[in-house]
């Protein structure tokens, strides 16, 4: 196998993360055309080395990531779901049951499902509104500022954390911390220091801040996720302190830079299109709903993520062995003209629009869509109505093979 060739399009170094996201779609379309289930080297900036690693499978084609997303008894989530190697307690500590498989899988899911049903989302749609709009209503006081910041970073933020129960003085830091365990690639943020040094830091703060909720919980119950976690029952036992803290790291994760990056690339695709603003400025209700998959499939702020060979299989032909690594690359998925006319076209009005932006289906498929959308609705509808001058300089984009994101983008009102 340790001869095997390894892709001459190498989607593996820091280099590729680092281009602009058209040219990495360039390389992504000749992998799609002519070696669609390609062979890579292991990635550069993992956390830890792995002696025996020698690669894992780049799946560009959409139809095949849904293939990959659907049949976790092929292709399993339980042994990491990063592209890059990470320390096992790391795994643990971090990523709850988004990397694991049924049956633990379905039971924690189901456990936390309650508080993203669409009756839930219903009820937190009035305050999410009234959080865009005092967001707005910021933005267009301070006037020009950083708009990755002040605009995009705020709404997922407060919406996650109101959920969950943590105090407002706390939202930012524990926010903070969250983007540093997915920026350790990037040598601005980390500047001199270890990523793993970075990401330790960033795992501790969040796992503190975390438990110390539970604890608060747990002395004095209200309504929110957290009391739900402390309370719940699995299989006959409560959640222990590492099962409750690693999910309030994968909620923290999973629930910040993803609704905050889309809504940059959303507000930069609608300044690049602005025939596709205009309609959406002309009739907001009847576009909102394709629009909405539209921001996903076009931002997709999830570049990869990676499963597990269980048993040898292949895939669109390719046989690929137990044990082997299988990572979906997202952003090809969503350009696949196989998939989707003309996909490097922004369309507002775009239907069907199958994106895999949320994954490609399956049990891990993201639990917070609904959240996500309601989020996105709420605050581009205010600042489509009412920041018409709203003008977006250059972004600074995220050295990331995990989160496509955007740093800093300067803007003025
Ligand atoms: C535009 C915003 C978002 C995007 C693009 C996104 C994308 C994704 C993707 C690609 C997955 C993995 C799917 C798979 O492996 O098949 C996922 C899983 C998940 N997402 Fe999201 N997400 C977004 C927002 C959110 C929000 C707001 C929350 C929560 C507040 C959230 C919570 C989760 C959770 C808990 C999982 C793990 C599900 C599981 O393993 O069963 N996501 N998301």
């Known amino acids: 196998m340790g001869e095997r060739p390894y892709s001459t399009v190498d989607v593996s170094s820091t280099a590729f993360w680092s281009l602009p996201w058209t040219q990495r779609e360039d ?3 000749r992998l799609r055309a002519d070696d669609p289930v390609s062979w890579q080297r292991p990635a550069d900036g993992g956390l830890m080395p792995v002696e025996d690693d020698d690669g894992f499978w780049a799946v560009t084609r959409h139809a095949d990531i849904q293939h990959v997303s659907t049949h976790p008894e092929l292709f399993c989530s339980g042994r990491g779901v990063q592209l890059e190697n990470v320390p096992e307690m790391f795994l643990e500590a971090t990523q709850s049951f988004l990397a694991m498989d049924a049956p633990r899988h ?7 499902s309650s508080a993203f049903t669409p009756k839930q989302i219903r009820t937190i749609d009035a305050q999410i ?25 705020r709404l997922p933020m407060w919406t996650i954390y109101e959920m969950v129960g943590l105090p407002p003085e706390q939202q930012q830091p524990v926010a903070e911390a969250a983007d540093l365990l997915v920026s350790s690639n990037d040598d601005v943020v980390r500047g001199d220091r270890d990523p793993l040094e970075v990401v330790n830091e960033a ?3 969040l796992i503190v801040a975390g438990l110390e909720l539970a604890e608060a919980r747990r002395s004095e119950p209200t309504d929110d996720l957290m009391t739900n976690l402390v309370q719940a029952e699995v299989d006959g036992a409560t959640l222990t302190d590492e099962e409750i803290s690693a999910f309030f790291v994968l909620l923290s994760v999973a629930g910040n830079d993803t609704t905050r990056n889309t809504i940059s690339h959303t507000m930069l695709a609608l300044q690049d299109f602005p025939d596709q603003r205009q309609l959406l400025r002309e009739d907001f209700d009847t576009h909102i709903a394709t629009a909405l998959d539209e921001f996903v499939r076009w931002a997709t702020p999830v570049s990869t993520f990676k499963r597990t060979v269980v048993c040898d299989t292949e895939i669109a032909g390719v046989p690929v062995a137990a044990g082997e690594k299988v990572v979906m690359m997202y952003p090809s998925g969503n350009r696949d003209a196989a998939a989707f006319d003309e996909p490097m076209r922004f369309d507002v009005t775009r239907r069907p629009n199958r994106h895999v932006g949320f994954g490609g289906g399956g049990p891990h498929f993201c639990l917070g869509s609904q959240l996500a959308k309601t989020q996105l609705r709420c605050l581009v509808g205010e600042l489509v109505e009412r920041a018409p001058g709203l003008r977006l300089g250059e972004p600074d984009y995220l050295v990331s093979n995990f989160v496509h994101g955007v740093k800093s983008l300067p803007c003025t009102v």
């Not at 267009?140 to 990755?148: P, Q, V, Y």
Request: hydrophobic content about 45%.
């Open 106 to 112: 379905t039971l924690l899911r189901k456990l936390v």
């Open 203 to 205: 795992t501790q703060t």
């Open 27 to 29: 390389s992504f379309a």
């Open 129 to 153: 509104r009234d959080q865009a709009v005092r967001i707005v209503d910021d933005l267009l006081a301070t006037g020009d500022c950083d708009f990755a910041r002040q605009v995009s970073m």
